[in-house]
């Protein structure tokens, strides 16, 4: 039982940063783009690069970081039906 909980929490959470690592780069981006502008516009800005850097992956990490609890929370409710399914036998007749 307990290893059966701990495969489903292990796997709820690989799952859930696997999925933040695809959703959470397209959402920084839409989240860091300038509104407003017309297409054909160009944005002139001067930025430094590490900072740039540090910021984006500081918020990878953290999308990765939440999807992971989120994803073994999930994990652990399914792995709390599945074994509470697999418990209920049918009565024997005497």
Same mark, same amino acid.
């Given at each position: 039982?307990?290893?059966?909980?701990?495969?489903?929490?292990?796997?709820? /959470?690989?799952?859930? *940063?696997?999925?933040?690592?695809?959703?959470?780069?397209?959402? +920084?981006?839409?989240?860091?783009?300038? !509104? $407003?502008?017309?297409?054909?516009?160009?944005?002139? /800005?001067?930025?430094? *690069?590490?900072?740039?850097?540090?910021?984006?992956?500081?918020? +990878?990490?953290?999308?990765?970081?939440? !999807? $992971?609890?989120?994803?073994?929370?999930?994990?652990?409710?399914?792995?709390?039906?599945?074994?509470?399914?697999?418990?209920?036998?049918?009565?024997?007749?005497?």
């Amino acid at each position: 039982m307990v290893k059966t909980m701990t495969i489903f929490v292990l796997l709820g /959470a690989l799952l859930g *940063i696997v999925a933040a690592s695809y959703i959470v780069p397209p959402a +920084l981006s839409w989240y860091t783009e300038p !509104g $407003g502008l017309p297409h054909a516009a160009d944005v002139q /800005a001067v930025v430094q *690069i590490p900072s740039v850097i540090k910021y984006a992956t500081s918020k +990878l990490i953290y999308g990765q970081l939440v !999807g $992971g609890i989120v994803g073994g929370i999930a994990g652990l409710v399914f792995g709390i039906f599945y074994v509470r399914r697999g418990r209920q036998q049918p009565a024997q007749p005497a």
